[in-house]
């Protein structure tokens, strides 16, 4: 599809407020490696985030909890050689920021510096203020993660829908304020109410990403596994399926198996 920004180069922070602007929505995956992220730039993606989410799609654990900044940057790297296009935004891991605001420094140096990437991503609001300012004093983009943040999934216990009481959607429109405030270029809002996101995203000048949290926002993200139809186990209501690669793979290996076996594969065309 061609829009206003399809023909940029190289998709910036700045663009992305211009996107807003515009009311062109902004197109926002996540990738983990850099085949998957050589495709989804190419296809036109606007931003590609590595996601702390590669614990659970790609290291197959049930939180996104022990996935490490050396895991983190060793899939930021494969994404950034793959890219030519996307803005490129990788998750500071849980562990690595939350000590205090010179941890958040290293971490976030850290992966710019060893990865090639473009901004980091940071779960929470007023609380990690002076974590947010201290990376954005370094030159490092930030960009906020406020309604379900999967790191704090042990505080809520669960992982149904946030901010549907008045004080936490209160508390919500108070973070997103604050981290526009601090310096951020675009915020993620996961699995909140629809109505909260249309108040959020007006109020704002700077972009919000939704996850689950309805068509107001000014652009979407989804994770690559769960969009592609990957990962079949997952199912929430908010999740659109483009594609069911779990079924085109097992066919795929199915047939594979059967002329392996058969002795079909190789035939002589395929042979040296
Ligand atoms: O890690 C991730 O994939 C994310 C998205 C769900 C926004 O943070």
Not at 50 to 68: K, Q
Not at 164 to 174: F, H
Not at 259 to 272: A, I, L, M, Q, R
Request: aromatic letters at 6%; a negative charge.
């Amino acid at each position: 599809m061609s829009t206003k920004f399809s023909d940029i180069r190289r998709v910036t922070t700045h663009q992305l407020h211009a996107m807003k602007k515009a009311g062109e929505k902004i197109s926002m995956l996540t990738a983990y490696d850099y085949s998957m992220a050589k495709i989804i730039d190419a296809a036109g993606i606007d931003v590609i985030l590595v996601g702390d989410s590669a614990s659970n799609v790609m290291a197959g654990n049930e939180t996104t909890l022990p996935i490490t900044l050396d895991h983190m940057i060793y899939h930021a790297t494969s994404v950034v050689k793959a890219v030519e296009r996307a803005l490129i935004v990788v998750d500071i891991p849980f562990g690595s920021y939350q000590g205090s605001s010179e941890e958040a420094l290293r971490s976030a140096i850290r992966i710019m510096k060893e990865s090639g990437a473009h901004a980091v991503k940071m779960e929470g609001g007023i609380e990690i203020k002076e974590s947010v300012e201290r990376v954005l004093s370094a030159g490092v983009p930030v960009m906020g993660h406020l309604g379900l943040t999967p790191q704090s999934i042990y505080k809520f216990g669960t992982y149904s829908v946030r901010a549907k009481e008045e004080e936490e959607a209160n508390k919500l429109i108070e973070d997103a304020v604050a981290l526009e405030a601090f310096g951020c270029f675009a915020i993620v809002i996961e699995k909140v109410p629809a109505e909260l996101t249309k108040l959020v995203s007006e109020k704002l000048t700077i972009p919000i990403i939704g996850i689950g949290a309805g068509q107001n926002a000014d652009g979407q993200v989804l994770v690559m596994h769960d969009m592609l139809g990957i990962n079949k186990e997952f199912n929430p209501r908010f999740l659109r399926r483009y594609a069911d690669l779990h079924t085109s793979i097992t066919e795929a290996v199915q047939h594979y198996v059967a002329d392996v076996k058969s002795g079909s594969f190789p035939d002589e065309t395929e042979s040296y």
